[in-house]
């Protein structure tokens, strides 16, 4: 460790690790189940059926918040059904990269041996410090609006309340000003608290202070290296999609050249175009939303994601179940492509915090802790208990 930048430059290479990519692929995989089950659910209470919204959206259903009565039109339940969903898929991606991180900071403490399970069962045991400091900030910004929305009822009271908004102005700007810092200490939180509660086993309110104590005294520091932390997993993803692109048309371009055409009746057919197609029929469509178009057509080069394909109908019931599983397949490649951009995320913001702790508090968090020397009294007894010992067994014999 150089205790510098030059430690969190290392974020990609120390992402790029089997265990970690599968550790970030396990937790995308859950989480999107979770989401896209809640999901068809609210699609469900909004009066789609199960057929629609498989037709529409197929595995991953989207839904895209009005904005000016533009976006997805559900019922009240429905968007708290909705709501959960997108929670529980944030939390089992918030577990998964504290457990990311927990390997990555072992890995730095030279255990190279530190296994998958045992990252996972950490992170899991850990979850209150990891989702501990959103959750206290998200219900004090609720409370501080709440109180916001009472002064603007005491300002109701005739007369009166003008008088009472005037002489509290002052106040009420400031405390807006105040919640306005603790959204930008929320969105840290999400970001930070991970690799707070791998690095440090801390509770709620432990990791909280941190997060406080990391953008107060190193801004800059903080602001920077998240930003070329993001450049660098957007990257990472970026190059290994283009990679498994390249050898996705490989892959068609090497079977469809000795493939050959099967017979059903007197119909001739290729087999493999039939399962090729539909397997990227079972892609998400991307929402219809500027920035998603962009990111699918010019980032990420996917028209098939902005256009999609026609169903081809199988002939049989084995270019059905064929086609069923290459969308599968299609959506697990694209889940180890996320898996190492999230891998590469969490190795940055473990390196980032043990530098910086190092930097703010002079604290190596790396250095093996000594053993805490017993009491003397306590080792007296225990000598006792050991001298009893021999005396019983040596009357036994």
Known sequence: MKWGFADVVRAPRLGFSAKKIWIAFLGILSATIVYSILTYVAYVTSGWTWKEVWREFRYIPWVIIPVKGVGTHLRPWSWVIWVIGVSAGVFILLTTVCAISKMTFEQLKGNEFYEVTEAIRFAMKQWKGTIGAPLVLTFLIGFLILVGFLCGLVGRIPYAGQIITGLLFIPIAFGALFVVYLAIVWFLSLIVSPAVTATTESDAFDTL??????????????????????????????????????????????????????????????????????????????????????????????????????????????????????????????????????????????????????????????????EEELPIEEEEKKEEEKKEEKKEEAKKE
């Not at 892959?251 to 057919?269: E, Q």
């Not at 697990?332 to 969490?346: E, K, N, P, Q, R």
Request: glycine share 8%; hydrophobic share 55%; charged share 15%.
């Open 209 to 370: 202070f941190e997060v406080f104590s990391v953008l107060n005294d190193q801004t800059w520091r903080t602001v920077l290296w998240q930003i070329f932390i993001a450049f660098a997993a957007f990257a990472g993803v970026y190059i290994l999609g283009w990679l498994v692109k390249k050898a996705l048309i490989l892959m068609h371009w090497a079977l469809n050249l000795w493939s050959g055409t099967r017979m059903v009746g007197d119909t001739p057919y290729r087999w493999w175009e039939v399962m090729w197609n539909n397997g990227l029929w079972y892609l998400p469509r991307c929402p219809r939303v500027p920035w998603a178009e962009i990111l699918c057509a010019k980032v990420f080069h996917l028209p098939v994601l902005l256009w999609g394909v026609e169903w081809m109908k199988p002939l049989t019931w084995a270019d059905w179940i064929g086609g069923f599983l290459a969308g599968l397949s299609f959506h697990f490649i694209g889940m180890f492509v996320a898996g190492y951009g999230l891998a590469t995320w969490s190795a940055g913001q473990t390196l980032a915090y043990v530098v910086l702790v190092k930097i703010k508090d002079e604290k190596d968090l790396l250095e093996e802790k000594p």
